[in-house]
Structures are given as C-alpha cells and as structure tokens.
C-alpha cells in the first residue's frame, strides 16, 4: 500500500514563502505522477500542480504560475511544493496524491489519483 505524508505546513504573514514536502512509503514514488491539491474552508478541492514520474515536466493552475513550484527528488523519495509571496487566498489543507503515469504529455490537471495524503494545513494571516 502506497502512503504518503505531507508535511510543511504553518501560519505564515502574507508575502512569506513555505515549502511542503510529500513523502511516500511502501513503494518507491519514481513511477508515479504527482499531484498537488488544496482545499479551502467551504470550497471544492482545487488541482494546483502536477508532475511527471521523471520530474521533467510539470503543470500549473494559471492562478499559482510564478508563485508555486513542484519539483522532486526521486532519490530521497519526496515530492515538494515551494510556495512563494503567500497570500490569503492561498490559506487551505494542502494534500499530495500519486497515481499511474496516463501515458500523455506532461501531466494534465484535473486527472483522478488513487493514492492521497492526509494534507497539511497552510494559514495564511496578518
């Protein structure tokens, strides 16, 4: 059984910066697509980054692109979310999710997963 944990959350002023990890055990994350989601008090869970088994290519949604960053370190088994000029808005649960690679492009968003964490919560607040 694939688990994953997600780690790195906080309160943090607007205009700060955080990076969340995704650490995986039972099985090795190298095969897996990535997914980064978070969900806001009374709102749906939005997909807000993607990335390929390889690390080689990524997806944003266009409201985080320039802010946000994923990446991952395959070796160490963990998947990050750099997030930088925080802003209110970005206040949510934060959760990873791994899947099977669809065989595409990249990664797309909006794609189901079937492995998901237990989210991290980011506050964002004066």
């Known amino acids: 059984q694939l688990q994953l944990v997600e780690s790195g959350g906080g309160l943090v002023q607007p205009g700060g910066s955080l990076r969340l990890s995704c650490a995986a055990s039972g099985y090795t994350l190298d095969s897996y697509t990535i997914g980064w989601f978070r969900q806001a008090p009374g709102k749906e869970r939005e997909e807000v980054s993607c990335?390929?088994?390889?690390?080689?290519?990524?997806n944003y949604k266009n409201s985080v692109k320039g802010r946000f960053t994923i990446s991952r370190d395959n070796a160490k088994n963990t998947v990050y979310l750099q997030i930088d000029s925080l802003k209110p808005e970005d206040t949510a649960v934060y959760y990873c999710?791994?899947?099977?690679?669809?065989?595409?492009?990249?990664?797309?968003?909006?794609?189901?997963?079937?492995?998901w964490g237990q989210g991290t919560q980011v506050a964002v607040s004066s």
């Open positions: 990335i390929t088994s390889s690390g080689r290519n990524t």
């Open positions: 999710a791994a899947d099977r690679p669809q065989g595409l492009l990249g990664c797309v968003l909006g794609r189901r997963y079937s492995y």
